[in-house]
C-alpha cells in the first residue's frame, strides 16, 4: 500500500516573494559595481563632470546607471527590489562607503488618471515638460523626506518658464489681434505649439524634438513659411529677450535646475534612485536624462 502523497499548503499571509532563485549572478554583478561606484566617490568630488546642457554621444550620462528590461512578468520588479536590499545593507557594514537609497518609485501605482493621461500625449504632441517635472520632484521630495521647496534651483527655474510662458502668450495674442492674413494661421493656435514650430524651425535652436510626429503635427497645425516664421521669431526675440530660452527650451532649463538640486542632495552621500514599471512613464525618457546628466556622478540610477 503506497502512502497518500502529502502536499504543502502554505500560510495564507505567505509572501511568495520570499521565494527568489536563479538570479544570483545578477546580484552579485549588481553589489560588485555598486561598490566600485561608491569607491570612485572620493575622486568625484574633485572633478567637474556635471553636464551643463543637453546630454548627447559627446556629453555621456555620468554616475552608475542599471536598466532591467524584459517581458511583463519576469522578476524585474522583485530584482530592483533586491538591489534596493543589498544597497541598504551595505549601509550597515562598516568597510562600505554609506548611500542614500530611496524607496522605489513605482509608476503604475504612483500615478493618478489625471497624470497618466499627460504621461501619453495625444498623436502629434509631446508630453508637457513643466507637467512632467513638477511630478518628477514631487516624487523625489516624498522619497527624500523633503518638501518640493527644498529643491530651490528648480522651483526658481519653473517660476521663470512660466513668467516666460505668459508674456509669450501675451505676445501672441498681440500678434492675432494684428489682424495679419499672413499670420491667419495663429488664431487658433496655442502658445505651446508656436513655441514648437519655432523650436524645429530656427536653425542653431538646442531643443531636441525627438518625436517625428510631434514636430509634422505642429508643421501641420501651422501653415507658415520660413519667411513668416523668421518674422514671428523677431517679434517674440525682441518681446521676450533673454526670456526667449526660458519660452523655448523649458524642459532644458527645468531640468538641469531639477538635476543641480539632486547634485546638492547628494553632497554629503550619493544618492540611489529606483524607478520601477518605467514604461508608464517612459515617453519622458528624454526629459529624464537631462537631470541624469545635471545631478551628476554621486546620483545613481536603478530603472526597471
Not at 495663429?186 to 523650436?199: H, K, P, Q, Y
Not at 544618492?271 to 514599471?277: C, E, K, N, P
Request: proline share 4%; aromatic share 10%; with cysteine.
Amino acid at each position: 500500500m503506497v502512502d497518500s502523497l502529502q502536499y504543502w499548503q502554505p500560510d495564507e499571509h505567505f509572501d511568495f516573494n520570499q521565494i527568489f532563485i536563479g538570479r544570483e549572478q545578477q546580484l552579485a554583478e549588481f553589489e560588485r559595481i555598486l561598490r566600485e561606484w561608491k569607491h570612485a566617490m572620493p575622486q568625484n568630488l574633485l572633478e567637474d563632470t556635471l553636464l551643463a546642457d543637453m546630454p548627447s554621444p559627446q556629453n555621456r550620462l555620468p554616475g552608475l546607471i542599471v536598466l532591467l528590461y524584459g517581458r511583463g512578468g519576469f522578476g524585474k520588479s522583485t530584482l530592483l527590489r533586491h538591489f534596493h536590499a543589498i544597497a541598504t545593507r551595505q549601509n550597515d557594514q562598516s568597510f562600505s562607503g554609506k548611500v542614500a537609497a530611496w524607496a522605489c518609485i513605482d509608476w503604475e501605482t504612483g500615478l493618478d488618471e489625471r497624470r497618466r493621461s499627460f504621461s501619453n500625449p495625444a498623436q502629434g504632441q509631446s508630453i508637457d515638460p513643466s507637467e512632467y517635472y513638477r511630478m518628477l520632484c514631487a516624487q523625489f521630495a516624498s522619497r527624500a523626506g523633503k518638501s518640493t521647496k527644498d529643491f530651490h534651483t528648480y522651483q526658481q527655474a519653473a517660476e521663470d518658464v512660466a513668467k516666460a510662458k505668459k508674456e509669450a502668450s501675451k505676445v501672441l495674442d498681440a500678434i492675432k489681434h494684428e489682424g495679419e492674413d499672413r499670420y491667419k494661421d495663429l488664431r487658433g493656435a496655442s502658445v505651446e505649439a508656436v513655441a514648437t514650430v519655432l523650436s524645429t524651425s530656427i536653425p542653431g535652436s538646442k531643443l531636441v524634438v525627438e518625436n517625428a510626429a510631434v514636430k509634422k503635427g505642429a508643421e501641420q497645425l501651422l501653415q507658415l513659411t520660413g519667411e513668416q516664421i523668421g518674422h514671428l521669431y523677431q517679434h517674440f526675440r525682441h518681446r521676450l529677450g533673454e526670456k526667449l530660452s526660458d519660452y523655448l527650451e523649458p524642459a532644458r532649463k527645468l531640468g538641469l535646475a531639477l538635476g543641480k538640486d539632486l547634485n546638492t542632495l547628494a553632497k554629503n552621500f550619493p544618492v540611489l534612485i529606483f524607478f520601477d514599471t518605467y514604461e508608464e512613464i517612459d515617453e519622458g525618457d528624454a526629459l529624464l536624462r537631462i537631470v541624469m546628466g545635471a545631478a551628476g556622478p554621486r546620483v545613481g540610477w536603478g530603472i526597471a
